[in-house]
């Protein structure tokens, strides 16, 4: 690769760093509200609740992101099916909390070491060849639509009692105006 191959290889890197990064905070924000019983609920019959997309979203970053480069991002010790089992009872939702926690450093130090060639490189999932960068996005797309299921299951249950996550209703306004003003004083201060 050339410089500028290079720079927007490096550049996109960091994007992933940065999306997964929002994806799982975005997540924890949202699961924090809930107590573990709530994370049970399902709106309707075969519905998922909020415990059995975290387990899918477990299962997965651990199938993907395990020795990434260098074997199949389907393991065969992976139970698909399993992750779509609801827990039995709240008692599972402490132990499924640490596996969240044991699984995002997966891909999270995998992030931390890819460089930019590595974006070419090709791995496979379920024997499917990818290159490094289509297997990411793909990752990205997946784990972005498991992150919004989380907060609008998390929402929902809430209702009134939901703490935001983004600008709050009726405030995009003075919103925008801090951020501008923000804005104004970094671009002065550089002077």
Do not use: C
């Given at each position: 690769?050339?410089?500028?191959?290079?720079?927007?290889?490096?550049?996109?890197?960091?994007?992933?760093?940065?999306?997964?990064?929002?994806?799982?905070?975005?997540?924890?924000?949202?699961?924090?509200?809930?107590?573990?019983?709530?994370?049970?609920?399902?709106?309707?019959?075969?519905?998922?609740?909020?415990?059995?997309?975290?387990?899918?979203?477990?299962?997965?970053?651990?199938?993907?992101?395990?020795?990434?480069?260098?074997?199949?991002?389907?393991?065969?010790?992976?139970?698909?099916?399993?992750?779509?089992?609801?827990?039995?009872?709240?008692?599972?939702?402490?132990?499924?909390?640490?596996?969240?926690?044991?699984?995002?450093?997966?891909?999270?130090?995998?992030?931390?070491?890819?460089?930019?060639a590595d974006l070419l490189r090709t791995v496979?999932?379920?024997?499917?060849?990818?290159?490094?960068?289509?297997?990411?996005?793909r990752q990205a797309t997946h784990y972005a639509?498991?992150?919004?299921?989380?907060?609008?299951?998390?929402?929902?249950?809430?209702?009134?009692?939901?703490?935001?996550?983004?600008?709050?209703?009726?405030?995009?306004?003075?919103?925008?105006?801090?951020?501008?003003?923000?804005?104004?004083?970094?671009?002065?201060?550089?002077?």
């Amino acid at each position: 690769m050339d410089v500028a191959h290079d720079s927007v290889a490096a550049a996109v890197l960091s994007s992933f760093q940065h999306s997964f990064r929002s994806y799982k905070t975005l997540a924890e924000r949202a699961l924090a509200q809930l107590t573990p019983e709530e994370w049970l609920y399902r709106p309707v019959p075969g519905s998922n609740s909020t415990a059995v997309i975290v387990k899918h979203m477990v299962g997965n970053l651990r199938s993907r992101f395990t020795d990434f480069l260098t074997t199949d991002g389907e393991k065969p010790d992976r139970n698909r099916d399993q992750e779509f089992e609801e827990p039995s009872d709240v008692e599972a939702i402490a132990p499924l909390q640490k596996q969240w926690e044991a699984a995002w450093p997966i891909l999270l130090d995998l992030l931390d070491t890819l460089t930019p060639a590595d974006l070419l490189r090709t791995v496979t999932i379920r024997g499917e060849a990818h290159s490094v960068l289509t297997a990411l996005q793909r990752q990205a797309t997946h784990y972005a639509y498991h992150t919004g299921q989380i907060v609008q299951l998390a929402k929902q249950i809430r209702g009134e009692a939901w703490q935001t996550l983004s600008v709050p209703r009726g405030q995009s306004q003075a919103f925008n105006a801090a951020k501008w003003a923000e804005s104004n004083n970094d671009d002065a201060s550089r002077l």
